[in-house]
């Protein structure tokens, strides 16, 4: 897959300060060329990958030459994880023979046009996969959906790919590229069944802003609340996401906070128990999809499944 050179912020940002040591380095040398350095950085830039710990929380970059030879799709069939300075590529489906190798340059689930500008900002190119062939030919984005300010229609738009933007099926009125589902306010979950349809929360684009809200909502201690919204999350995200290992993680916190949960009396302390143990038998079967069954993260929840239901046994 061919990359152009990246003309972004973060690397112009950064280029000068490589420009200065790669010059000093090569001083007096005919390398010394800045079109060749920038061409070199470009490359080096795209060909990064994000490198995390047992915990999937982002520790650095790492160069892997052999690695960076996959080509990208936003309906991979490989998935790339880390233990320790190991790369692993594992495959989360059957890949046929003749099929090739494919892994995402960017986190999914996402949107059509989230990956489009995610892939054209970070590495400047634009995606052919199946997947994204399909939402072009379409035109029709089927994990976004939109709230018409005219008519109030809430529904799956069309696309008009070419200039991003968008068209109401009800009304035909334009929706501009700034009424983002991001921007739709979900703070209020007790109506939130109410103010969306069943197939909206299935959206992508809000399942991803249930996620953050969840996560945000844990760094405040709030675990009740968290739960109500990452339990929302967790259906869209078995939906269509659950071969990624951050799914697997984030359903582990969710039955971490099962046993945070307050109690009345015994039977709803057992209740909980039941459902922890539920939520971590689940992320188990996500993770055993996408990471190997000695890597940090499988045995830190594999470890919470058995002492879980150890303590279910000793309350019968």
Same mark, same amino acid.
């Given at each position: 897959?061919?990359?152009?050179?990246?003309?972004?912020?973060?690397?112009?940002?950064?280029?000068?300060?490589?420009?200065?040591?790669?010059?000093?380095?090569?001083?007096?040398?005919?390398?010394?060329?800045?079109?060749?350095?920038?061409?070199?950085?470009?490359?080096?830039?795209?060909?990064?990958?994000?490198?995390?710990?047992?915990?999937?929380?982002?520790?650095?970059?790492?160069?892997?030459?052999?690695?960076?030879?996959?080509?990208?799709?936003?309906?991979?069939?490989?998935?790339?994880?880390?233990?320790?300075?190991?790369?692993?590529?594992?495959?989360?489906?059957?890949?046929p023979k003749g099929t090739e190798i494919t892994i995402s340059y960017i986190?999914?689930?996402?949107?059509?046009?989230?990956?489009?500008?995610?892939?054209?900002?970070?590495?400047?190119?634009?995606?052919?996969?199946?997947?994204?062939?399909?939402?072009?030919?379409?035109?029709?984005?089927?994990?976004?959906?939109?709230?018409?300010?005219?008519?109030?229609?809430?529904?799956?738009?069309?696309?008009?790919?070419?200039?991003?933007? /968008?068209? =109401?099926? &009800?009304?035909?009125? %334009?929706?501009?590229?700034? *009424?983002?589902?991001?921007?739709?306010? #979900?703070?209020?979950?007790?109506?939130?069944?109410?103010?969306?349809?069943?197939?909206?929360?299935?959206?992508?684009?809000?399942?991803?802003?249930?996620?953050?809200?969840?996560?945000?909502?844990?760094?405040?201690?709030?675990?009740?609340?968290?739960?109500?919204?990452?339990?929302?999350?967790?259906?869209?995200?078995?939906?269509?996401?659950?071969?990624?290992?951050?799914?697997?993680?984030?359903?582990?916190?969710?039955?971490?906070?099962?046993?945070?949960?307050?109690?009345?009396?015994?039977?709803?302390?057992?209740?909980?128990?039941?459902?922890?143990?539920?939520?971590?038998?689940?992320? /188990?079967? =996500?993770? &055993?999809?996408?990471? %190997?069954?000695?890597?940090? *993260?499988?045995?830190?929840?594999?470890? #919470?499944?058995?002492?879980?239901?150890?303590?279910?046994?000793?309350?019968?």
């Amino acid at each position: 897959m061919k990359h152009e050179n990246i003309e972004n912020d973060k690397i112009q940002e950064y280029y000068p300060f490589v420009l200065k040591g790669v010059t000093e380095m090569l001083k007096g040398s005919s390398a010394a060329d800045p079109v060749e350095i920038y061409d070199m950085y470009n490359k080096l830039v795209v060909n990064l990958f994000t490198l995390e710990d047992g915990q999937l929380r982002t520790i650095g970059s790492a160069l892997i030459p052999e690695i960076s030879k996959i080509n990208h799709s936003c309906e991979p069939n490989c998935v790339l994880s880390f233990k320790g300075r190991t790369a692993y590529v594992t495959a989360i489906r059957e890949i046929p023979k003749g099929t090739e190798i494919t892994i995402s340059y960017i986190p999914l689930p996402k949107s059509f046009l989230t990956r489009k500008e995610n892939l054209h900002r970070q590495f400047n190119f634009t995606c052919h996969c199946c997947l994204c062939s399909k939402q072009r030919e379409e035109k029709v984005d089927h994990m976004l959906m939109r709230e018409c300010p005219v008519c109030n229609n809430h529904s799956h738009p069309r696309l008009d790919l070419d200039n991003d933007d /968008l068209s =109401c099926p &009800s009304c035909g009125s %334009s929706l501009l590229k700034s *009424l983002k589902v991001n921007d739709l306010v #979900l703070k209020n979950i007790a109506n939130f069944d109410s103010a969306i349809s069943t197939r909206a929360q299935q959206d992508v684009e809000i399942i991803n802003h249930l996620v953050e809200d969840t996560e945000n909502l844990i760094l405040e201690k709030q675990w009740e609340p968290a739960l109500r919204t990452g339990l929302k999350a967790t259906v869209g995200l078995m939906d269509w996401a659950q071969q990624y290992p951050s799914t697997g993680l984030f359903i582990a916190k969710l039955g971490k906070l099962y046993l945070e949960q307050e109690y009345s009396d015994r039977a709803v302390y057992i209740d909980n128990v039941n459902r922890a143990i539920q939520m971590f038998d689940i992320s /188990l079967k =996500c993770l &055993s999809l996408s990471l %190997s069954r000695n890597h940090e *993260l499988f045995l830190e929840v594999d470890q #919470l499944y058995r002492f879980t239901r150890d303590i279910l046994r000793n309350q019968e």
